[in-house]
């Protein structure tokens, strides 16, 4: 079974400009997750998607945003990036999120923000 | 304000040695606490989890002692090898709107003299 993909692996974008990431998770799994993994910060949630609605949301400015497709596959947006935007993005996907532990992880996009 | 605080940053062990790396938490909702295990480049993947009602789970040379009373939970790599070397996060998970939301300890990078 092929493990959560994410696209792209690396980005450079500047300071203003909006950025688009996206992850596919593991086959028959329902829900998204994404993580922002800084050094300052570590490991932040960002917003969880499952069958194509937000479930929960982390403590971040309305510039962050998702979306979950039908076929589970997931987009987040960054709209006004900003230079502390710059960050290891992680998506993690689960068969059942209401089960504990059964969240597995992309390699992550990472971005930098000039 | 840090939910879970986790010690220490960076550690290194000789081979064979024991590595012990420490967190704290302070929200009582919490009740799955998993260890995972990052490699560069890589995504976190779990190594080891433990619920709030059993003091100690082992799973090969990795132990997770639990102390509830005390809010806080240590992961153990006995006989360390070179191959561990990577960044170890700990969580702390509760369930939100159905999904269990991990918060992250910042990371300890473990670094394993051969």
């Known amino acids: 079974k092929a493990g959560v993909t994410q696209t792209p692996r690396y980005l450079i974008k500047t300071r203003g400009q909006q950025v688009t990431l996206s992850c596919s998770p593991i086959?028959?799994?329902?829900?998204v997750s994404w993580y922002q993994q800084t050094p300052g910060q570590g490991l932040q949630f960002l917003f969880e998607?499952?069958?194509?609605?937000?479930?929960n949301k982390g403590n971040f400015p309305g510039r962050f945003s998702g979306r979950q497709f039908s076929n589970s596959r997931s987009e987040m947006n960054v709209s006004t990036l900003e230079l502390g935007d710059s960050a290891l993005y992680l998506c993690a996907s689960s068969s059942d999120p209401g089960t504990a532990g059964e969240q597995y992880f992309g390699p992550g996009t990472r971005l930098t923000v000039t | 304000q840090q939910q879970v605080k986790q010690s220490p940053q960076s550690l290194i062990v000789q081979k064979g040695g024991i590595s012990i790396i420490n967190c704290a938490y302070e929200?009582?909702?919490?009740?799955?606490f998993p260890w995972y295990q990052q490699f560069p480049g890589k995504g976190p993947a779990l190594l080891i989890a433990i619920r709030p009602d059993v003091s100690e789970k082992k799973e090969g040379r990795f132990t997770i002692s639990f102390n509830k009373s005390a809010k806080q939970f240590s992961l153990h790599i006995m006989d360390s090898q070179p191959g561990d070397s990577a960044t170890y996060f700990c969580a702390a998970s509760q369930r939100i709107g159905g999904s269990y939301i991990p918060t992250f300890g910042r990371g300890t990078s473990l670094i394993v003299h051969p």
């Open positions: 998607y499952f069958s194509e609605t937000q479930r």
């Open positions: 929200n009582t909702a919490f009740d799955y």
């Open positions: 086959s028959g799994h329902r829900s």
